[in-house]
């Protein structure tokens, strides 16, 4: 399938997994994919450099953060996200609604849309499906994403049909909206890249009929690719798994699917198991700048006394730049002693990690063995406690 | 002159100033230098790398942090400072005397030592000469510092005189427990660099006379090489200037002479001019934490808000990664949300600034032009006010 500076071609597939290209107007990302998440115009604690160090091809940016601060239209008059940041790769940006019901104050929502207070200075605003959309357009990532009603879990089948229900109307609207944007007959809003794609997202909860009906008419719109939303919300694993695992028959082989806000090394891998293609999430960063790192023998807290005269690398099979020069007594101490370094070093360690392990999930797929793959990730990194 | 391990070669004069190359155990430096302040083991903000591609050849480490946290005892069974952090080239530490008479809780000095309380967990220690040198040797830097006492600024003549002479009666202490580790008769002390040089310090507040006496007595009990303290302490600059190009004289031409604190970028052109060749200053890397630019233009406050909007890089004629990379706009953003990042783009940059002035101050001595370096330098940078 092909759209204007958009284009998706599988080049493997193994079982449900598959990999990929997805081609922006800021250059192609090799999927399976993970997205770091760089809230505010910036991936917590490493550069841009160090980013397409550790393998990064594509980043995410929050529009709830941007739009309040330092605001689209500053970004737009600048040129877009990709200027002002300095960052040549493509973007994702979300599209606001989950900060929204998270990180907002008196947050109020009816159809029109979502009526919050910003958590900086209290201030008033409305986030409706169309103006997600603008903001996406003035902020001009590769890919924005839909506004979609944001449920908390668990949730009652009533509750949850009425919101994806919603959701859906809501999609029509952002739809709508991104047409006359690509159009160019909104006033007052600066579209700073025209080949932007916009994604669809499919909620419903942990209910399968929902999620059925929610991807069939979120297909039946039309847009250049589609995300399941809703999931990694505290629900067990395998509830998601099994959510994941009978959503993707439903949306189309030929475009990208992104699952959103997901999630741990183990997600990832059961996930792609399970046909998805794209990923985001803030674990790898923000447990970094707690002190703890993702290795290939699983999870271990630098904070941890017993690593205070540990020469070992935090994970000796790393080719990382931390785990080259930095021991986990060196981290420690960084750590212990509030240094931010410690905060960089953990993040390019933890991002190199995630970003390896789609490295790896993706020559499985080439070479037919991603079930051996899926294996053996499990038996060496998922199974092992935390500081074994 | 060549002591083990150590070892200084003047390569150029132009009036009083001097290019020249320090060689240590761990690699050679080029002089005048400044070293970047490694507190505790780090550079905030910036790791061992982008410290080398700014051109750090040599770091400075605090030994008061360092022995307080993570202890010199944990680092020398790592095998010194430089396997610890993974660093390298040449590392300076100081006493740790300044520290603990800026730092340390209810600190009392008496002719054995100083007697504090950690600023960490109010534990009491004594620092005395020898301990100061053993700490110093179980970090295993390429260069000590001995104890002297720091005298709070102003003071009258008969306490300058009285805090200088008991700094040369600890150097003469701090000398004999030198040579006592190197003929390895100290038990329970692990030295870990046998090359390791040891600098006397010259004191005597701003009084020539005292300064001059400082001077004569601290060579004559013999160091591999001098520092100037008790500078930088709330003096004028000229007064600071006087006091460095009436003490240099005293001291050996074939040794490096060391500026302790040390300054602005001004500071500097006038202390080359008087015969320095080392400095260091936390001023580069706190000012950049606080979002204060160096520029060849004067300095600029990045969160001042008519950065918001200008996408110029911090310094246009500035070639380091942040001001090839970022406008102020962006950067005012990143310190504006409280981005760690910010941290490191400024600091790079600052950092950056300050070696490169080195690298120009170097290039003037050796091509024999420093005066028209020196006078087209303050026409450009000294002399612009802040946000110009």
Redesign the interface.
């Known amino acids: 399938m092909s759209d204007a500076g958009f284009d998706f071609e599988l080049t493997h597939t193994d079982g449900r997994a598959r990999r990929g290209v997805l081609t922006t107007p800021h250059g192609a990302v090799e999927t399976p994919a993970f997205m770091p998440v760089g809230t505010?115009?910036?991936v917590?604690?490493?550069?841009?450099?160090e980013l397409k160090e550790v393998g990064a091809e594509i980043i995410l940016g929050n529009t709830y953060?941007l739009y309040l601060?330092?605001g689209d239209d500053?970004i737009a008059?600048?040129g877009g996200l990709h200027a002002?940041?300095?960052w040549d790769r493509p973007i994702l940006t979300d599209s606001g609604g989950y900060q929204v019901f998270s990180l907002a104050a008196r947050r109020t929502i009816d159809e029109e849309g979502a009526r919050f207070k910003s958590h900086l200075d209290g201030s008033a605003h409305l986030l409706t499906p169309e103006r997600a959309a603008d903001i996406q357009a003035q902020l001009g990532s590769d890919i924005a994403m839909v506004l979609d009603e944001c449920l908390a879990h668990p949730a009652e089948l009533p509750a949850a049909r009425a919101s994806m229900e919603r959701t859906l109307r809501w999609a029509r609207r952002a739809r709508t909206r991104m047409e006359a944007l690509r159009a160019g007959t909104v006033d007052g809003v600066t579209v700073t890249n025209p080949g932007q794609a916009q994604f669809g997202i499919v909620q419903g909860s942990v209910f399968p009929g929902l999620r059925e009906e929610s991807a069939r008419e979120t297909v039946a719109i039309g847009f250049e690719a589609y995300a399941i939303g809703g999931l990694s919300v505290g629900e067990p694993a395998d509830v998601m798994y099994d959510i994941v695992g009978l959503t993707t028959p439903w949306l189309p082989e030929d475009r990208p699917r992104y699952l959103m806000g997901t999630g741990t090394p183990g997600d990832l891998v059961e996930s792609v198991a399970r046909g998805i293609d794209l990923f985001d999430c803030v674990l790898p960063t923000r447990n970094a700048r707690n002190g703890q790192l993702f290795t290939s023998a699983g999870r271990i807290n630098i904070k941890n006394a017993r690593y205070?005269?540990d020469?070992r690398p935090p994970d000796p099979s790393c080719g990382c730049?931390t785990c080259r020069?930095?021991?986990r007594?060196?981290l420690r101490?960084?750590f212990?002693?509030g240094?931010?370094?410690a905060?960089?070093?953990n993040t390019l360690h933890n991002l190199h990690f995630y970003l390896d392990t789609m490295r790896g999930i993706r020559d499985a797929i080439a070479f037919g063995r991603f079930e051996s793959f899926r294996l053996a990730f499990h038996e060496r990194v998922s199974r092992q406690p935390v500081d074994s």
């Not at 917590?44 to 450099?49: A, F, N, S």
């Open positions: 505010q115009g910036a917590k604690g490493v550069t841009h450099r953060h601060r330092p500053l008059r600048r002002f940041i300095g205070a005269e020469d730049y020069t930095c021991s007594a060196y101490h960084l212990t002693a240094e931010i370094n905060s960089t070093l």
